[in-house]
């Protein structure tokens, strides 16, 4: 390889990209540590992020970021919206329903709305039969919100069999006979997790009724209005039981372990812990980013700002790249890693155990020494609206349906330097990394020089941070990787018993027809 190609290959921010996410895969990111951006909990970032969070409607691998523009004519928003690759149909028409429903809420609740400049929160309950039009609104509003998100709600409910394992816990946990029938390995484990007072005994035998009635709901492919309704009620009760659990630690770590070793006594293979909230959260993280919105309409600060005007919703194109392979061998490795900076160890074979460990991960074939992978990734849709509002009046932050990935990070700090601007994430960052592609902001060009240069640059550092990782480990083995709720302040609207209602909604399931419930 002649100077020129070691050069071209060191200032391709692309290839370094993927080679820092390789590392990242063999290390296990998951165990490494990377800074976390402060998370705004609320205003006017936290609501980009519910936006973004709400139009998610495909079961998997679609991802959404919001941006902000404030349109020069009459100074209400435009929300931009993009996803990695082609836009969604429906996703623009159905955020525009959004924000239309929440600017008819704040018209009808505005009369009634209670002097003082501290703003109250909307209830978190609201009865099918309430007579109040704002709060029928509200209803239509969940609604609307549970119908998009059906085909979502219906994976995340399901996703390995964790509904199923747990009804089967919550089921021995109610039954005193269990600890007669189950393994006597895990009887004690049973045993601690069965001592709850009577109270949170009855709120657990009501979890496999919700669980079921909502599994085998959400199997409808296209629901009506009542199905939609009963979906609404079922992560009310759900979300119920998470409140009054939650910080319940040992409880939870006895539920937890006895999960995991019911499945092992049955010789199943437990690939990720059990954990009971952080799955019921998920399941109902629609609720908390439904009342963060359902907030904007009794706050004059937030409706003020984000309802004015009608604000209009656009989408904002990524077109997946033109494909270009990677090809990953000894001596372009050598030439990345000795870039870096990494110590290399060539006696050793570290660098062709780097090849071999990866090929196996990505389940492909060394051929000719080679490893090749199909190429690039799309440009993250944070990144694009990055681009799209440069240099424009915006809120100062993208919302994101998930996290965005640590080589994002490296590209908004790169970002902020190179402009002397402060656009954040409102999720902050993980520290895992997915398949990516630098972005361009397109004009002037010498910016994109600059953000490119920086983003080499820490690209690099993240290189040998990961070769270091993967060395020490090489060598041993040789030798022997959601929306928080604010419950303060006053509430606003009709005093609906939450507790009384999460029981009639499992009354009200018990004399459904039985059905049996899907396990995968």
Known sequence: ???????????????????????????????????????????????????????VCKPEKQVVATAALLRKEDAGLRILVAENGEATEGVVEHLQNVLKLLALIREQAEPFLPEGSRSPRVQRWIADDSPIPYEQ??????????????????????????????????????????????????RSCLQQVQAVTEAERKKISAMPVALEALAWTLDVETPNDAEVKRVRKLLMQLDNFRTTFEAKGDFLQNWNNYTRLQLISE?????????????LSKLTSNRRHYHRLADITISNTLSATLLAN????????????????????????????????????????????????????????????????????????????????????????????????????????????????????????????????????????????????????????KINRGWDLFIRAFLSSSQSTDASEDNTGLWFGTDYDAEAAADEIITEMQALPQRVIRRG
Not at 442 to 452: A, H, K, N, Q, Y
């Open 1 to 55: 390889m002649t100077s020129q190609e070691t050069s071209d290959l060191l200032s391709d921010t692309d290839y370094l990209a993927f080679v820092a996410r390789a590392l990242d895969e063999v290390n296990d990111a998951e165990k490494s540590q990377r800074k976390l951006q402060e998370r705004k909990r609320h205003g006017e970032a936290a609501i980009l992020d519910s936006l973004a969070y709400l139009a």
């Open 267 to 279: 010789g199943k293979t437990v690939r990720k812990r059990p954990d009971l909230i952080r799955w």
């Open 310 to 461: 009608h604000p209009v919703v656009v989408s904002v194109q990524n077109p997946l790249p033109r494909p270009r392979p990677f090809t990953v061998d000894d001596h372009q490795m050598g030439v990345i890693l000795k870039g870096a900076e990494c110590k290399i160890e060539p006696e050793l074979g570290v660098v062709r155990g780097f090849i071999e460990k990866l090929a196996k991960l990505r389940n492909r074939p060394v051929t000719d020494g080679q490893l090749t992978f199909e190429g690039p990734a799309p440009v993250h849709c944070e990144c694009k609206l990055l681009a799209a509002i440069h240099s424009r009046t915006a809120i100062q932050y993208i919302g994101v349906s998930k996290p965005p990935c640590a080589l994002c990070d490296i590209y908004f700090e790169a970002y902020r330097q190179a402009t002397n601007t402060h656009i954040k994430f409102t999720s902050g960052s993980r520290s895992r990394t997915s398949p990516w592609t630098c972005p361009q902001v397109g004009e002037p060009v010498l910016l994109d020089s600059t953000i490119e240069e920086r983003v080499r640059s820490q690209l690099l550092r």
């Open 137 to 186: 609104s509200l209803i239509n509003l969940e609604v609307l919100v549970i119908r998009h998100s059906w085909k979502k709600l219906g994976q995340r409910s399901t996703k390995d069999c964790r509904h199923a394992n747990a009804i089967d816990t919550a089921n021995d946990v109610c039954n005193p006979d269990a600890l007669n029938s189950v393994d006597s390995t895990l």
